[in-house]
């Protein structure tokens, strides 16, 4: 039963440390995304990967986010430094990156970051 | 700017009864259209999708219908299960915006037994 796989599942943290969480998407797929679950804005893609590439990071905050896809099995996304606000649900997604927009993307568990 | 609307944060159904769960959109490059439903401490799973070129998928207990000119597509669950309870996304896509989707706020659905 593939599935993608994150993790820590949950994270505390105080301000100003180093966060990492990691994924790894279901062996085969070619687009990684990473999500941002809170009560007001409900998903937001904060960035994703075609083929490793990265697409599209216009919902990051630059200064402190960043993501990267060190090999196909393994995605990251770093907060360096974290900050309260940062405080959220992190959604890993993976798809076969079929043309037309009409791929449907496999989420993992998430991981819970609070930042204190 | 929220491209994807899901109104009502919440909706109440008794067991056998009919849900439906709403979701306006805005951008009319939109033309593929799906459903997550999402239990706490999980991530989203893929529910049901509809392409623009359809008005009405049905997918056994679930149906979803999309009506283009009002920019407005609904989920319907008949009958509703006690196990229906959870969070439901609407989210959205098109061929211009390649392989990203863009979720409303979901619906938090409870069916009482």
């Known amino acids: 039963d593939a599935r993608v796989t994150q993790t820590p599942r949950d994270k505390v943290t105080e301000m100003g440390q180093e966060v990492t969480m990691r994924c790894q998407p279901i062996?085969?797929?070619?687009?990684v995304f990473w999500y941002r679950q809170t009560m007001m804005q409900g998903l937001e893609l904060l960035a994703y990967?075609?083929?490793?590439?990265?697409?599209?990071d216009s919902g990051m905050p630059k200064d402190r986010f960043s993501a990267e896809m060190p090999d196909a099995t393994l995605a990251t996304l770093k907060i360096q430094p974290s900050e309260p606000r940062d405080s959220a649900v992190y959604f890993c997604?993976?798809?076969?990156?079929?043309?037309?927009?009409?791929?449907?993307?496999?989420f993992g568990p998430g991981t819970r970051l609070t930042v204190l | 700017d929220q491209q994807v609307k899901q109104n009502s944060p919440s909706l109440s159904v008794q067991e056998g009864r009919i849900s439906i769960l709403n979701c306006d959109y805005t951008n009319s490059m939109f033309d593929y259209f799906l459903w997550y439903k999402k239990y706490p401490a999980e991530g989203p799973t893929f529910l049901i999708s509809?392409?623009?070129?359809?008005d009405k998928n049905e997918d056994g207990r679930f149906t979803v219908f999309l009506n283009k000119s009002a920019k407005h597509l609904s989920l319907h669950i008949v009958p509703s299960q006690p196990g229906d309870s959870a969070v439901y996304f609407c989210?959205?896509?098109?061929?211009?915006?390649?392989?990203?989707?863009?979720f409303g706020t979901g619906t938090r659905l409870a069916v009482r037994p």
């Open positions: 990967f075609r083929n490793r590439a990265p697409l599209d």
């Open positions: 997604a993976s798809g076969l990156g079929l043309a037309g927009g009409t791929d449907t993307q496999y």
């Open positions: 062996l085969g797929h070619n687009t």
């Open positions: 989210a959205a896509s098109g061929r211009s915006s390649g392989d990203k989707l863009t």
């Open positions: 509809i392409s623009s070129i359809k």
